[in-house]
């Protein structure tokens, strides 16, 4: 099991970037694929990107693409998110969340995934 928690949320202005974190517990997060979703208010969680188990493979949204990075550091169990040129639209509940595996798949639904983050709020004002 697997315990996440989400931190690097805040209020920014439109074209500006923030950097989330993801730390998990545990010993075994090398063997977790990882992504990060949001949620906007009224809307379904929406997937952002996914890494797998060792940073070798990546997939982002399209509506996040070239603007995002996910990146992970196994030896600090923890999972990023480099969000630049920001919109509004962009504003939402960030979550990460853990899918138990070591192969090379990515996941990017909502249901493929164990465990989850209590989620950090990301502000982009106009």
């Known amino acids: 099991q697997v315990q996440l928690v989400e931190s690097g949320g805040g209020l920014v202005q439109a074209g500006g970037s923030l950097r989330l974190s993801c730390a998990a517990s545990g010993r075994t997060f090398s063997s977790y694929a990882m992504g990060w979703f949001r949620q906007a208010p009224g809307k379904e969680r929406d997937f952002v990107a996914a890494?797998?188990?060792?940073?070798?493979?990546?997939y982002y949204a399209d509506s996040v693409k070239g603007r995002v990075t996910i990146s992970r550091d196994n030896t600090k169990n923890t999972v990023y998110l480099q969000m630049n040129s920001l919109k509004p639209e962009d504003t939402a509940v960030y979550y990460c969340a853990a899918h138990r595996t070591t192969g090379w798949a990515l996941y990017s639904r909502v249901d493929e995934y164990d465990y989850w983050g209590q989620g950090t709020q990301v502000t982009v004002s106009s």
């Open positions: 890494i797998n188990w060792s940073g070798s493979n990546t």
